[in-house]
């Protein structure tokens, strides 16, 4: 007969079974098993030895149909949105937040092989960890990795209180660097991301900060790392890196995963193929394999439908074509000299992505008035170059002159006859 404590244990793990899924974990703690087989396209697997191969750009691409609430893809040298869904929304963004975590300790301390004591507070976290334990020291470097391969809170709670001086104190860091990059609908409570509704950002605030961050070139190296080993008081423990897609989808080199239960799945990846650089955000995917596919959905999509133009050469061919056929058109009413010389403002980016739909659609349309009154000062806008993408306007240049010219004097009036009286006498003499 089974006494009233044995039922008491086999009531609790029961519970306890069934609450599982509910716990709020701050990473990766993964309880379902779909495989990277079934989770990544076969046309896009590769092994962690293969080489990148090249996309091909296709017409009539359908946009996908996404499991995620909030998602976006970015072009990485001009920020150009090349997908988005809900990416100016709020949301929560669990242990993405290791981003901001750790560009804020790369940007305020030079040397990584600093000494760091971990606190109880730090050992004790919850969610996933990379194994710290209360006064174990190590260096600013082991923990980093530790932040970003494994999403180990304890790492990021240890390096928080490091640089500034509590968790509180780290949060205003990190929010004053969130101020800097004008990411005005992202602010940080925690340098871990478990779920605080005052913790929040967008999918494409989240893309802009992680562009941001993978300029700097130690962050670049932790995000693409797959496994790292750091020494522990246990001995050796080696970190495996989160992001399924690394090492699996032709040219992932990063970033980040997230999980809680506010936030849902999340997954920031950065890809490359040729001259085509990109940042993948999926936030709020139910499950894992959702936030798998949607973003290996999302990153063949913009490789499939979006090539890097080179919009400079086709200004620049339209506005040389149209001065020499136009410059002397123009009039300065009493001005010294009609003599314009005109400047077109710069493109702020040579290259830009473009739809494949839309390439044959590019068309500088310049309007221009040719009849001005002196005086004419220099840099005056004289008209503008549109630059239209399938009838959209996607870029406005301005055209101004490039030297001022003045109004004409009363020496320039009689100047002006004394010449035309000396060519009339001239022709008749």
């Not at 391969?149 to 390096?159: F, P, R």
């Not at 700097?216 to 790392?225: D, I, P, Q, Y």
Request: charged residues 20%; glycine residues 4%.
């Amino acid at each position: 007969m089974i006494s009233s404590k044995n039922i008491r244990f086999i009531f609790s793990i029961t519970l306890f079974l069934i609450l599982l899924p509910h716990f709020c974990f701050a990473d990766d703690i993964d309880y379902e098993q779909d495989s990277m087989e079934t989770s990544v396209s076969q046309s896009s697997y590769i092994s962690s030895s293969s080489t990148v191969s090249t996309s091909t750009v296709e017409k009539n691409v359908e946009v996908p149909d996404i499991n995620s609430r909030a998602a976006v893809v970015i072009e990485r040298s001009t920020n150009a949105i090349l997908y988005g869904k809900n990416e100016t929304t709020v949301r929560k963004m669990a242990s993405t937040t290791k981003i901001m975590t750790a560009i804020v300790v790369l940007e305020n301390k030079s040397d990584l092989s600093e000494i760091v004591t971990v606190s109880s507070k730090a050992a004790s976290i919850g969610g996933s960890t990379m194994g710290l334990t209360s006064n174990l020291e190590i260096s600013i470097n082991d923990l980093l990795y530790g932040l970003m391969l494994c999403s180990g809170n304890d790492a990021a709670i240890a390096l928080a209180e490091h640089v500034g001086g509590s968790v509180e104190g780290f949060a205003d860091m990190m929010n004053k660097k969130a101020k800097e990059l004008n990411l005005n609908n992202t602010h940080f409570v925690t340098p871990h991301g478990l779920d605080n509704d005052d913790h929040y950002t967008t999918a494409y605030e989240l893309a802009l900060l992680t562009n941001y961050a993978l300029k700097n070139e130690t962050f670049a190296k932790l995000v693409r790392t797959s496994n790292y080993t750091v020494m522990l008081k246990g001995g050796p423990k080696n970190l495996h890196n989160t992001n399924e897609l690394l090492g699996y989808l032709n040219g992932v080199y990063g970033v980040k995963t997230g999980f809680t239960n506010g936030a849902n799945r999340c997954l920031v990846t950065s890809c490359k193929r040729n001259d085509l650089d990109i940042i993948c955000v999926v936030l709020g995917a139910d499950t894992k394999k959702f936030r798998t596919q949607d973003s290996t959905k999302l990153i063949e999509y913009a490789f499939k439908t979006y090539q890097m133009v080179n919009l400079k050469s086709i200004v620049d061919e339209k506005f040389n074509s149209w001065k020499s056929n136009n410059l002397n058109s123009f009039t300065v009413y009493k001005g010294v000299s009609s003599d314009i010389s005109v400047n077109l403002q710069d493109l702020p980016f040579e290259y830009y992505p473009v739809n494949i739909q839309n390439i044959d659609d590019i068309s500088p349309v310049i309007d221009c008035n040719f009849y001005y009154e002196a005086p004419l000062p220099q840099n005056f806008k004289l008209g503008t170059l549109n630059l239209k993408l399938n009838d959209d306007i996607c870029f406005t240049l301005d055209i101004s002159n490039a030297y001022t010219i003045n109004r004409k004097s009363t020496f320039n009036y009689l100047n002006d006859f004394t010449h035309k009286y000396v060519f009339y006498l001239e022709n008749i003499f």
